[in-house]
């Protein structure tokens, strides 16, 4: 595995720790900037984390993607974002320990 995808599962496991939240993600974009969030969770608003962190990846101009990371104790997440955005970026999806569970 690459650093900066190693740096990914660290941003995405400390923004789920930080937060208490279920799922932690991080992405990065075409240009290497890095996004992180967490799950958001309200009556009228439920995002998943990797839904979270490609909104604020576009929100910051972010044109693509090249990789991602999900922190999650549950089931692959919906990759729709990430593929709105790449069709080949990968996706991450990791246990809370950081170990890599699977590549979507």
């Known amino acids: 595995m690459n650093p900066?995808?190693?740096?990914l599962i660290k941003l995405a496991r400390a923004?789920?720790?930080r937060n208490g939240a279920e799922e932690?993600?991080?992405v990065r974009d075409e240009t290497g900037r890095t996004y992180t969030a967490s799950t958001v969770a309200l009556p009228s608003l439920a995002l998943t984390?990797?839904?979270t962190?490609?909104?604020?990846?576009?929100?910051?101009?972010?044109e693509g993607l090249?990789?991602?990371v999900v922190v999650t104790a549950g089931p692959a997440p919906d990759v729709?974002?990430?593929r709105d955005?790449?069709?080949?970026?990968p996706v991450l999806v990791c246990g809370l320990d950081g170990a890599v569970r699977e590549t979507v």
């Open 53 to 62: 962190a490609v909104a604020m990846a576009v929100a910051s101009g972010a």
């Open 66 to 68: 090249e990789a991602a």
């Open 4 to 7: 900066e995808d190693e740096k």
């Open 80 to 82: 729709a974002a990430v």
């Open 24 to 26: 932690g993600a991080a």
């Open 49 to 51: 984390a990797l839904q």
């Open 15 to 17: 923004t789920r720790a």
């Open 85 to 89: 955005l790449s069709q080949d970026a």
